[in-house]
């Protein structure tokens, strides 16, 4: 059974705060991707690493930045919390196919940035 | 750029009746179309995958259509009970880097 764990399912920091997310799949998945979702916005992409130490920008990177050291782990970085960066953070995981590309998610990160 | 729509109204059914969400989408050729289904406060989880050549995909009570020329996808829940109850989210891929675009989701609430 496919797995993707989020450190944390609820998170409460202070402004300014370094945040660490930290994200591990079980399915050998080269694509690791990290969302955030706020009402009426729907999934946002923050980063995504197709292979180990590689990453991409996706559609809001800034005030994010992540590690990919190994290839079950993605950890999402934020360097000085901010009070707009409270959300839900989602990661997921895929098997590059380019046929499919399913993603599998992880439970979420509810994060509240004070 | 891109866009995705899908209804942000919630749809609001009666159990064993058929619930159709819509997935619209504009200035995008998809190769494949994506079904999610996400409850409050969890990850979504994938149900259904059509492909650009398939007009119709089924698996159990779900149903998929796919129209390229009409840019939309239909997903039907028929016979539908109050655990159907969700958020359902369709997705277009593939996108650069093997993405997939997300559009904001419909919640499908389903009454006794």
């Known amino acids: 059974d496919v797995k993707v764990t989020q450190s944390s399912r609820y998170l409460v920091k202070r402004t300014g705060e370094k945040v660490f997310l930290e994200c591990v799949q079980d399915m050998d998945h080269e694509n690791m991707f990290w969302y955030r979702q706020d009402p009426g916005l729907g999934l946002r992409l923050i980063y995504f690493s197709y292979d180990v130490k590689m990453k991409e920008k996706g559609d809001i990177p800034e005030g994010y930045s992540v590690s990919r050291e190994k290839k079950e782990r993605f950890s999402l970085i934020l360097e000085s919390a901010s009070t707009n960066q409270t959300s839900m953070y989602l990661c997921a995981s895929s098997f590059p196919s380019g046929h499919t590309d399913t993603q599998y998610f992880g439970p979420g990160t509810r994060l509240t940035v004070l | 750029s891109q866009k995705i729509e899908q209804n942000s109204e919630a749809l609001n059914i009666q159990e064993g009746k058929t619930a159709t969400l819509t997935c619209n989408y504009t200035?995008?050729?998809?190769?494949?179309l994506q079904w999610y289904r996400q409850d409050p406060g969890r990850g979504p989880v994938f149900l259904l995958l059509?492909?650009?050549?398939?007009k119709e995909k089924r698996k159990e009570r779900l149903k998929v259509t796919f129209d390229t020329t009409l840019k939309q996808s239909l997903f039907h829940i028929t016979a539908s009970q109050p655990a159907d109850s969700a958020t359902y989210l369709c997705a277009l891929g593939p996108g650069g880097g093997n993405k997939l675009t997300f559009g904001t989701g419909t919640q499908l609430k389903v009454e006794l």
């Open positions: 200035n995008y050729s998809p190769a494949y």
């Open positions: 059509i492909r650009e050549n398939e």
